[in-house]
């Protein structure tokens, strides 16, 4: 974990939604494992649940349908019925928003 002064890259931040996506994708499988085998996915969940709480409402059911359910930016845009270059817009200001606030602690 960080320091609360230092932001991470966007890269970084992707690679943990990453994670993530995979920890959402089979949670009740992880969670059992982890009960055995602690992970430090679970920090990190609880920590970008943290930030996102206090996102913008568009914000954060972005990153619900993208990195929760799993949807890609494609499937996203089908579902809501938007383009897909909005989908991709909004994810930016995601990753925006999430690397501005990931450093703050608990909002």
């Known amino acids: ?5 230092e932001i991470m890259t966007l890269d970084e931040i992707r690679q943990q939604l990453k994670t993530l996506r995979l920890y959402y994708a089979d949670k009740g499988r992880f969670s059992s494992a982890f009960k055995v085998l602690p992970h430090k996915v679970t920090e990190e969940a609880e ?5 996102i709480r206090s996102a913008p409402l568009d914000l954060y059911y972005i990153y619900y349908e993208l990195y929760i359910k799993g949807l ?5 845009a089908e579902e809501l019925g938007f383009c897909p270059e909005y989908i991709r817009q909004k994810n930016k200001k995601l990753l925006l928003y999430l690397q501005k606030n990931l450093g703050k602690g608990v909002n």
């Open 72 to 76: 890609t930016q494609e499937a996203t």
């Open 1 to 5: 974990m960080r320091s609360g002064e």
């Open 47 to 51: 920590r970008y649940a943290a930030v």
